[in-house]
């Protein structure tokens, strides 16, 4: 099996052979195959590209939310607590995937971390095609409620729905 990743020096993990993200990234040769299950998203960008593959696969929402928005997350707040540019993982302008539910997640999540954390926010975030209908993150419907009342303002503009765990991380 081959991994996905973006840097070049990556390290292969596991024995398996890792090519970089730029060597892969449109390439017929890879399939979506190469997402699940490993660590593939670095940026917004990479949130997009690794959506897209995951996408072609048939994901979830959930599967698709784990793989862009809580990696994109996780990365940002790693880059936080080793101050690295934390605001370069969430500013790139990423390309619309095709499901308007990942795309609309990805500009939110750049509103609400710009919002909370005191930086500009991304122009891309308003672009056309980055506003869901009401897409609820969590599978179980008895969620709607709580999740219509605990959305942060940024997802609730893009028409995401989650409730207050669906961004908490450990």
Known sequence: MLTVCRRQDARPVGGQRQVSWHETR??????SQTVRGYRTVVTMEDAAWAG?????EGASGPVLWRHTVL??????????RHDR???A????????TGDVRVDASLAALAEHLAVRDGWPVPAWTTEPGRVADG????????????????TPPAFRAHGV??????????
Do not use: H, I
């Open 26 to 31: 449109g390439s017929s040769a890879v399939d």
């Open 52 to 56: 897209s593959l995951l996408l072609r």
């Open 71 to 80: 990696q994109v997350l996780d990365d940002y707040e790693s880059a936080r």
């Open 85 to 87: 540019d934390a605001v």
């Open 89 to 96: 993982v969430a500013t790139g302008r990423p390309d619309l």
């Open 135 to 150: 897409w609820l993150v969590c599978a179980m419907p008895a969620m709607l409620p709580f999740a219509e009342a605990e």
């Open 161 to 170: 729905l989650v409730t207050s765990g669906g961004l908490a991380r450990a």
